[in-house]
Antibody, heavy 117, light 108 residues
Framework: EAHLVESGGGLVQPGGSLRLSCAVSGFTFRSFAMSWVRQAPGKGPEYVSAISADGATTYYADSVKGRFTISRDNSENALFLQMNGLRADDTAVYFC??????????WGQGTLVTVSS | EIVLTQSPGTLSLSPGERATLSCRASQTLTTTFFAWYQQKPGQAPRLLIHGVSNRATGVPDRFSGSGSGTDFTLTINRLEPEDFAVYYCQQYDTSPKTFGQGTKVEIK
């Protein structure tokens, strides 16, 4: 059974940085594309970033391009999101999810990122 | 970007009734790359339907999806107590992938 566990969220001031991690087990991590999806309070989910199975190709929503960097370590079954230049509108629960086919079939429980002074 | 508009915002129904949820896309989808998710409070979204009408593993057959072009529907036959939740549609036809704003199915 797939198991995804995010960590690294917290309270950060505007302009600050955070690094999110997602530990994955239960499937062959290195064979699947992965994504980060966020959900602001009371809103629908929003695609943030995706990475190919081998890590060679990355994709970003326009809203985070140039500020966020997605990466993965296939030897450690781990996914990461480095977030710099954080803004108040980045406040959300951040989920990692398997996204090999375009839809998201396995999700973590999420980690809350709050950007506030 | 394709905007997905879900209706109604809230659906008040009793257990055993049928729920019909709609999702309209701002542009025509040329593929069947369309999905539905269920979300309960404090939980991650759960994939229900992908490819417009394909149930995900373990999803009961009272859930069904249909549609094409700009109009898509999720039908839940004979609502069970555990089906009361928020439902989101998602298109993965065109980048960026986008979600609707959700329909809440609540107990009447």
């Amino acid at each position: 059974e797939a198991h995804l566990v995010e960590s690294g969220g917290g309270l950060v001031q505007p302009g600050g940085s955070l690094r999110l991690s997602c530990a994955v087990s239960g499937f062959t991590f290195r064979s699947f594309a992965m994504s980060w999806v966020r959900q602001a309070p009371g809103k629908g989910p929003e695609y943030v970033s995706a990475i190919s199975a081998d890590g060679a190709t990355t994709y970003y929503a326009d809203s985070v391009k140039g500020r966020f960097t997605i990466s993965r370590d296939n030897s450690e079954n781990a996914l990461f999101l480095q977030m710099n230049g954080l803004r108040a509108d980045d406040t959300a629960v951040y989920f990692c999810a398997r996204s090999d086919f375009g839809f998201y079939d396995y999700w973590g429980q999420g980690t809350l990122v709050t950007v506030s002074s | 970007e394709i905007v997905l508009t879900q209706s109604p915002g809230t659906l008040s129904l009793s257990p055993g009734e049928r729920a019909t949820l709609s999702c309209r896309a701002s542009q025509t989808l040329t593929t069947t790359f369309f999905a539905w998710y269920q979300q309960k409070p404090g939980q991650a979204p759960r994939l229900l339907i992908h490819g417009v009408s394909n149930r995900a593993t373990g999803v009961p057959d009272r859930f069904s999806g249909s549609g094409s072009g700009t109009d898509f529907t999720l039908t839940i036959n004979r609502l069970e107590p555990e089906d009361f939740a928020v439902y989101y549609c998602q298109q993965y036809d065109t980048s960026p992938k986008t979600f609707g704003q959700g329909t809440k199915v609540e107990i009447k």
